[in-house]
């Protein structure tokens, strides 16, 4: 009766409930309030720990960085490229960036749940991983595209290496860096609800646990509130 039971998962979409529908005394403002803070948070600190070391990732696999344009390149670069060989430093970082992209966030989740226990540590970490090498490879993408101009002009003028990278180079390259960022915070929101259906007290652990009772009206109430998040957080993106 399959087609009956499509029919109706989808009327149930216009009579979401607050009330829970196994005890209609109970309502669900309580799990509402701590699966949305938890969907968040953890979307958050992954995002905010996969930015950092996708930055650093980035900055390392990028051609700017190992450029041997004196003008572009840092001192310690040149040391470093020419001990262990630039070629192979970049090579070597992005096939790392390749392999922990190329599994997802939730195989993370279920490996790292098999070996310590489910605790939103672990989901940060889980959805971290693949978000850092994304953010490292994209990173070093824009820094190889970004034009060196003002760069050139501030190491011309005596700039250090530092005060080159962060004025003349990463200014150009910010707008699109933002950019990224956004778009996988949306996507963060998204992978941290799923994060719920291998056990994490995110959105994703209510969809399943009233989909599998079949109370299709619980399940629009925590699909419309993942709606609601995620249409906030493209308007506060699209603002910055």
């Given at each position: 009766d399959g087609g009956a039971e499509f029919g109706r998962f989808f009327a149930a979409a216009l009579h979401p409930t607050l009330t829970s529908e196994a005890d209609r005394g109970i309502t669900l403002g309580a799990a509402l309030k701590e699966a949305v803070i938890?969907?968040?948070?953890?979307?958050?600190?992954?995002?905010?720990?996969?930015?950092?070391?996708?930055?650093?990732?980035g900055c390392l696999a990028s051609e700017a960085f190992w450029d041997h344009d004196p003008v572009v390149m840092t001192s310690t670069a040149r040391r470093v490229g020419r001990l262990f060989g630039a070629g192979s430093i970049k090579t070597a970082l992005r096939l790392l960036m390749a392999?922990?992209?190329?599994?997802?966030?939730?195989?993370?989740?279920l490996l790292l749940t098999s070996i310590f226990r489910v605790h939103l540590i672990f989901g940060i970490v889980a959805l971290a991983i693949p978000f850092a090498a994304s953010y490292g490879r994209i990173f070093a993408e824009i820094l190889d595209e970004t034009p060196r101009?003002?760069?050139r002009a501030l190491r011309f003028l005596g700039a250090s290496d530092g005060l080159v990278f962060a004025f003349g180079l990463l200014p150009r390259a910010m707008p699109a860096m933002l950019s990224y960022t956004f778009y996988r915070f949306d996507c963060a929101v998204r992978s941290s609800a799923v994060l719920g259906f291998v056990g994490f007290p995110t959105l994703g652990l209510y969809i399943k646990a009233s989909f599998n009772e079949l109370y299709y009206r619980e399940v629009w109430t925590w699909l419309y509130v993942l709606f609601a998040i995620l249409m906030v957080t493209e308007v506060a993106s699209g603002l910055v």
């Open positions: 938890n969907t968040i948070a953890v979307a958050f600190a992954s995002i905010g720990l996969a930015i950092v070391v996708g930055f650093v990732w392999v922990f992209r190329s599994v997802h966030e939730l195989v993370w989740a101009d003002a760069a």
